[in-house]
């Protein structure tokens, strides 16, 4: 990574099911590696290493997520899965193992394998290339910088190579996605050609399938559907007002209005 060899700890965790060979249950693996991943806050949350230095913790979230993408195709390969690995990725700090997988596959690192993407939100992080040179060959990134002068974000990067459609969260999110203006205006445009050509399909959690019947009623009495709606669209007339005068250098990272 970056030119050094790294050596990364692959922590093993089995779920007791109660049975008494403790062999059943879904095997969990985490990957501890000296400079990495070391978010010392109360709540232990990764997105907080420097809580009063928010550029120095955005380049150390981007620098995890870059690491975390070099390392998982070949902690896979020691563990020894070389043959019809799937990659279900999750946000922006994994979407590049869309890339490093296939890398992995050219160098015969591993067999066969592919990637999908879900996003839960379509927040996103510009890579320069001297930092995608971190987890990419300089012949690979020479390659890279002939087509590209200025560098891309992970999510432009990694939705061009996964191996399935785009998924989110709801049917009615991945439809906003591509017309709502909040994401085509103001949080996503850069994405919205990959959304155009790959498409976004809406998986439904549960908090977004219809209300419980025995529920519809409780403590709704006193408001009605129309009210709601007019709450609704008051705050969204609010927050487009912010975001249509709101013009930043780079859209990437918080919104500091």
């Not at 999750?90 to 590049?96: D, P, R, S």
């Not at 996605?177 to 155009?196: C, G, M, R, V, Y």
């Not at 705050?235 to 500091?256: D, M, S, W």
Request: aromatic share 12%; proline share 4%.
């Amino acid at each position: 990574f970056g030119g050094k060899d790294i050596s990364v700890n692959i922590l093993k965790y089995v779920a007791d099911t109660g049975e008494e060979d403790h062999t059943a249950g879904v095997e969990e693996y985490y990957l501890k590696a000296d400079g990495f991943f070391e978010a010392h806050n109360r709540l232990n949350d990764p997105y907080i290493y420097y809580k009063d230095a928010t550029q120095k913790n955005n380049e150390t979230i981007r620098e995890n997520a870059l690491f975390y993408s070099a390392a998982v195709p070949k902690v896979i390969a020691a563990l020894g899965l070389h043959e019809d690995v799937v990659f279900h990725l999750q946000e922006w700090q994994t979407a590049l193992i869309a890339l490093t997988a296939k890398i992995a596959m050219v160098d015969k690192c591993l067999t066969s394998c592919g990637s999908v993407q879900t996003m839960h939100n379509p927040f996103d992080c510009y890579v320069p290339i001297g930092d995608l040179g971190k987890i990419i060959d300089s012949f690979r990134l020479q390659r890279y910088h002939n087509w590209s002068m200025n560098g891309y974000t992970a999510y432009q990067l990694g939705l061009q190579l996964v191996d399935a459609p785009i998924t989110t969260v709801s049917t009615n999110f991945a439809r906003e996605f591509s017309e709502d203006i909040f994401q085509t205006e103001h949080f996503a445009p850069h994405l919205q050609d990959i959304f155009k050509t790959n498409h976004v399909y809406g998986v439904n959690n549960g908090m977004f399938k219809e209300f419980p019947r025995e529920y519809s009623r409780k403590n709704c009495e006193k408001i009605t559907i129309p009210e709601i709606k007019q709450v609704k669209i008051s705050q969204r007339k609010a927050l487009l007002k912010i975001l249509t005068h709101y013009q930043p250098e780079g859209r990437f990272g918080y919104l500091t209005y």
